[in-house]
């Protein structure tokens, strides 16, 4: 198991077009969260899924961004009509339900730019 | 609102000496406590927690200390190597188990000189 992967690494979209986001989790885990990191600041809370479910979601998450994990395996994460504020790094991360000492696994995440 | 706090932005360390890194929390909520560390171009990778029944935790050459009184925990590296030249990020969360999220700092950007 190669960890947590995400898809693509980069992405630069002009203001107004929709982006997609893949993330692979650890394949035994079962929980998957959704992450963002702005320059200057840590990680805040988007999402997160338990098998398929989505179990809970930050008031980050506006009505432009959407997040599935259809079959409790991959996610994505879409932004519709991408504005120059969505410009950040989006952090995946796995988990077991019962995460143990040891937290998240994080992938090495997705710098999206909107210019 | 910043739940955890770290206030320092930056900090720079001669190799072979120790690093602290301090981390202030208000949600007295909080009682599983962890610390990543970041490299550019990585996501964050776990290096150490505790938990509030414990008041210090130790991995090697780094230690964590938490002060639940004064809401306050700090990481110790002890010697410090130019490697663990990185950010660290510290994070908290309502339990080891329960709670959905964690809740970051803003990170502390550590340069160790050689």
């Known amino acids: 198991d190669t960890g947590v992967s995400q898809d693509p690494r980069h992405k630069i979209t002009k203001r107004g077009q929709n982006v997609t986001f893949r993330c692979d989790p650890i394949s035994e885990h079962n929980r998957l969260y959704w992450y963002r990191q702005t320059l200057g600041q840590g990680p805040e809370f988007l999402t997160y899924f338990q098998n398929e479910a989505q179990l809970e979601k930050s008031r980050l998450l506006s009505d432009r961004f959407s997040a599935e994990r259809p079959k409790g395996s991959f996610s994505t994460l879409e932004i519709q009509r991408t504005e120059q504020g969505d410009s950040a790094m989006y952090l995946c991360?796995?988990?077991?339900?019962?995460?143990?000492?040891?937290?998240?696994?994080f992938g090495s995440g997705t710098r999206l730019t909107v210019v | 609102d910043q739940q955890v706090k770290q206030n320092s932005p930056s900090l720079s360390v001669q190799e072979g000496r120790i690093s602290i890194l301090n981390c202030d929390y208000t949600?007295?909520?909080?009682?599983?406590f962890l610390w990543y560390k970041k490299y550019p171009a990585e996501g964050p990778t776990f290096l150490i927690s505790?938990?509030?029944?414990?008041d210090k935790n130790e991995d090697g050459r780094f230690t964590v200390f938490l002060n639940k009184s004064a809401k306050h925990l700090s990481l110790h590296i002890v010697p410090s190597q130019p490697g663990d030249s990185a950010v660290y990020f510290c994070?908290?969360?309502?339990?080891?188990?329960?709670?959905?999220?964690?809740?970051f700092g803003t990170g502390t950007s550590l340069t160790v000189i050689p």
């Open positions: 994070a908290a969360s309502p339990g080891m188990n329960t709670g959905n999220q964690f809740y």
């Open positions: 949600n007295s909520m909080f009682d599983y």
């Open positions: 505790i938990s509030s029944i414990k």
């Open positions: 991360a796995s988990s077991l339900v019962y995460r143990g000492s040891n937290g998240y696994t």
